[in-house]
Nanobody, 115 residues
Framework: QVRVVESGGGLVQAGGSLRLSCAAS????????MGWYRQAPGKQRELVGT???????IYADSVKGRFTISRDNAKNTVSLQMNRLQPEDTGVYYC?????????WGQGTQVTVSS
């Protein structure tokens, strides 16, 4: 069993930055991919980006060049650095982790970008 907990959300003005963190605990040795998703009000959850255990990353086109995912395998943590935030980045951001073929999700953290 893996427990995933996000932190670092908040309110920021357009053009600003936020850094989200996510920690996976429990039976966490051997976690494979970790990722970030977001869900805006009234919309479906969408991929923000993922990072493999070797550090390879994938980003949604909408965040490329603005967001950066990094990872500390020793601590089973993943971070999402968000720069040049826009109102359309507003939503609940979720972290997930893949362990032995199963995905584990956090409860989410709210990010609100004001115009």
């Amino acid at each position: 069993q893996v427990r995933v907990v996000e932190s670092g959300g908040g309110l920021v003005q357009a053009g600003g930055s936020l850094r989200l963190s996510c920690a996976a605990s429990g039976s966490s040795v051997g976690i494979n991919v970790m990722g970030w998703y977001r869900q805006a009000p009234g919309k479906q959850r969408e991929l923000v980006g993922t990072i493999g255990s070797g550090g390879s990353t994938i980003y949604a086109d909408s965040v490329k060049g603005r967001f950066t995912i990094s990872r500390d395998n020793a601590k089973n943590t993943v971070s999402l650095q968000m720069n040049r935030l826009q109102p359309e980045d507003t939503g609940v951001y979720y972290c997930n982790a893949n362990y032995r073929g199963r995905w584990y999700w956090g409860q989410g953290t709210q990010v609100t970008v004001s115009s």
